[in-house]
Nanobody, 130 residues
Framework: QVQVAESGGRLVQTGGSLNLSCIVS????????MAWFRQAPGKEREGVSA???????AYADSVKDRFTISQDNAKSTLYLHMNNLKPEDTAMYYC????????????????????????WGQGTQVTVSS
């Protein structure tokens, strides 16, 4: 059974930085793609960044050149380093394994509703003040 636990979200000012972490159990990174999604109030959950099972990375246009995704296989931990944060980055951030043997692009654009509910964690809240 796959379990994820996100952490690192907090209130930060515009232009600030944050590092999100996600500890993963029940799978090995070698076999699956991993992704960060976010959901703002009143909006649909959207892909932010992903690492494919082939090692590729992908980013949503809105975060490109500001966010960096990485993973530590030894620690079974996924990271999202966020720079130059903007108020529109305010959201609940989730990490998830969308599926096996996906490229980063496929994982980034995976339909959230197609991913089993049990794979999602509780999320971590990021709030960017203006």
């Amino acid at each position: 059974q796959v379990q994820v636990a996100e952490s690192g979200g907090r209130l930060v000012q515009t232009g600030g930085s944050l590092n999100l972490s996600c500890i993963v159990s029940g799978l090995t990174f070698d076999d699956v793609a991993m992704a960060w999604f976010r959901q703002a109030p009143g909006k649909e959950r959207e892909g932010v960044s992903a690492i494919g099972s082939d090692g590729s990375t992908a980013y949503a246009d809105s975060v490109k050149d500001r966010f960096t995704i990485s993973q530590d296989n030894a620690k079974s931990t996924l990271y999202l380093h966020m720079n130059n944060l903007k108020p529109e980055d305010t959201a609940m951030y989730y990490c998830v394994a969308p599926g096996p043997r996906m490229t980063a692009i496929q994982a980034l654009h995976a339909m959230p509703t197609a991913i089993p509910v049990a794979r999602w964690g509780q999320g971590t809240q990021v709030t960017v003040s203006s």
